[in-house]
């Protein structure tokens, strides 16, 4: 869940407001931003988690009929939560910055 993220993002809203700092409250629409893209992404991932059986009998039958759309499906959420990581690690250095500025 991408909860922390949105807390983090609404402390610094928070904090912007009393420092008056227009570059602080840039970062927090971007953590906020990041944190629902966040969100998306893992929806997705568990809306595939969702189309594997639970029952291991029907497990092989749904492997051979299905393994090769659901890697393709695999990439794309491993894309999404790597674009993910590296905004929010663009967010931090952003935020580094301005932290010493204040």
Do not use: C, H
Not at 21 to 42: C, D, F, H, T, Y
Request: charged share 35%.
């Amino acid at each position: 869940d991408a909860l922390p993220i949105f807390l983090y993002g609404a402390f610094l809203e928070e904090a912007a407001n009393f420092l008056k700092s227009e570059p602080l409250k840039e970062i927090s629409v971007l953590m906020i931003e990041n944190g629902k893209q966040w969100r998306e992404a893992s929806r997705f991932l568990i809306s595939l988690g969702k189309q594997v059986p639970a029952k291991s009998d029907e497990y092989k039958k749904w492997y051979d009929a299905n393994i090769k759309e659901f890697t393709e499906q695999l990439k794309i959420a491993e894309s999404k939560f790597i674009e993910r990581a590296y905004a929010e690690k663009d967010i931090f250095k952003k935020l580094t910055k301005i932290a010493k500025t204040l």
